[in-house]
């Protein structure tokens, strides 16, 4: 089992900046790929970013290409999203996600934590 816990979430203005944060426990945590989905108001979940824990390898959506960055930190167990340029359509709650397998996980992600909700105002 892995456990997921976001942290890092708020309000902001148009243009500005937040960085979520993920902290992972459990078992086998340096074998696991993590990342983020988001689901905003009355839409489906959708995937925003992911990263390898044994290397760098880094994926993100062409909606948040360029403007946010997935980052780790191997010895707290911490994923962390940067967030810039943020826009009112990035409301949404994001999860923390996790999973095995870096294909699953673009879909089916096995493990999630509860969401941490970000609200951009225009």
């Known amino acids: 089992q892995v456990q997921l816990v976001e942290s890092g979430g708020g309000l902001v203005q148009a243009g500005g900046s937040l960085r979520l944060s993920c902290a992972a426990s459990g078992r086998a945590v340096s074998t696991i790929v993590m990342g983020w989905f988001r689901q905003a108001p009355g839409k489906e979940r959708e995937f925003v970013a992911r990263i390898t824990w044994s290397t760098h390898d880094t994926y993100y959506a062409n909606s948040v290409k360029g403007r946010f960055t997935i980052s780790r930190d191997n010895a707290k167990n911490t994923v962390y999203l940067q967030m810039n340029s943020l826009k009112p359509e990035d409301t949404a709650v994001y999860y923390c996600?996790?999973?095995?397998?870096?294909?699953?996980?673009?879909?089916?992600?096995?493990?999630w934590g509860l969401g941490t909700q970000v609200t951009v105002s225009s």
């Open positions: 996600v996790a999973d095995r397998s870096p294909v699953s996980l673009f879909t089916t992600p096995e493990y």
